[in-house]
C-alpha cells in the first residue's frame, strides 16, 4: 500500500524558516517524480514544485522561487522541503505527492499525503 | 501560466441525476488533463487521466471526455458519497494549475 506522510508544518513568523519531510512507502520511491502542493481555501489548489526520481531536476511555482528548495533522499525514501523566507501568503496545507507516471517528467499525482500544515504569522 | 476555468462553481443536484462539470483551458492543452475528486478534510483523489481514463478502481459512473481547450466530466448517476469538491488539473505546461473547484451538494 502506497503510503505518503507529511511533517513538520507549524506556525512560524514572517521571515523565518521551516523544512518539511515527506516519509514514502509502498513503491518504489526513486522511479517517481514527486510534488509539493498546498492548498488554502481562499485560492484553492496550488502546485508549488517537483523534483524529478534522481534528483537531479527540480521546477518551481513563480510565488516560491528563490525561496523554497525541494529535495530528496532515494536512500531514505524522503522527500523535503525547505521554505525561507516564508510569507503570510505561504499559509496553507502542504501536501507530497507522487507523480502517476514512472520515471517520467509530470503528469499529475496518484497518490497524496494527508497534509502538513503551515501557518505564518507574527 | 495556463489558467484553468471550471463551471459551476458550486452545484445542487438529486441522487440518481446526471451531472456535469466543465473545465475550460487558456490555450490548448490536448489531452493532458486530470480529474480529482476531494471530500472533507481529505486529499485529492485521481479520478481520470489523460482527459477520459478512468483511475484504477474508479466506478465506471465517473466519466471524462474533450481535447484542446474544452473538457467535460461527468458523473452518470449521481450517488450520495460522491458529495465532495471535484478539481480539474493541466500539466501540459509547468506550473501545473488546477481549475478552482466544482463543489457538488446533494439537493
Known amino acids: 500500500e502506497v503510503q505518503l506522510v507529511e511533517s513538520g508544518g507549524v506556525v512560524v513568523q514572517p521571515g523565518g524558516s521551516l523544512r518539511l519531510s515527506c516519509a514514502a512507502s509502498?513503491?518504489?520511491?526513486?522511479?517517481?517524480?514527486m510534488h509539493w502542493v498546498r492548498q488554502t481555501p481562499g485560492k484553492g489548489l496550488e502546485w508549488v514544485c517537483l523534483?524529478?526520481?534522481?534528483?537531479?531536476?527540480?521546477y518551481y511555482a513563480d510565488s516560491v522561487k528563490g525561496r523554497f528548495t525541494i529535495s530528496r533522499d532515494n536512500s531514505k525514501n524522503s522527500l523535503y522541503l525547505q521554505m525561507n523566507s516564508l510569507r503570510t501568503e505561504d499559509t496553507a496545507l502542504y501536501y507530497c505527492?507522487?507523480?502517476?507516471?514512472?520515471?517520467?517528467?509530470?503528469?499529475?499525482?496518484?497518490?497524496w499525503g494527508q497534509g502538513t500544515p503551515v501557518t505564518v504569522s507574527s | 501560466d495556463i489558467q484553468m476555468t471550471q463551471s459551476p462553481s458550486s452545484l445542487s443536484a438529486s441522487v440518481g441525476d446526471r451531472v456535469t462539470i466543465t473545465c475550460q483551458a487558456s490555450?490548448?492543452?490536448?489531452?493532458?488533463l486530470n480529474w480529482y475528486q476531494q471530500k472533507p478534510g481529505k486529499a485529492p483523489k485521481l479520478l481520470i487521466y489523460?482527459?477520459?481514463n478512468l483511475e484504477t478502481g474508479v466506478p465506471s459512473r465517473f466519466s471524462g471526455s474533450g481535447s484542446g481547450t474544452d473538457f467535460t466530466f461527468t458523473i452518470s448517476s449521481l450517488q450520495p458519497e460522491d458529495i465532495a469538491t471535484y478539481y480539474c488539473?493541466?500539466?501540459?505546461?509547468?506550473?501545473?494549475?488546477f481549475g478552482q473547484g466544482t463543489r457538488l451538494e446533494i439537493k
Open positions: 523534483i524529478s526520481w534522481d534528483g537531479g531536476t527540480t
Open positions: 490555450q490548448d492543452i490536448s489531452n493532458d
Open positions: 489523460d482527459a477520459s
Open positions: 505527492a507522487k507523480d502517476l507516471r514512472h520515471r517520467s517528467s509530470w503528469y499529475g499525482f496518484d497518490y
Open positions: 509502498g513503491f518504489t520511491f526513486d522511479d517517481y517524480t
Open positions: 488539473q493541466q500539466y501540459d505546461n509547468l506550473p501545473i494549475t
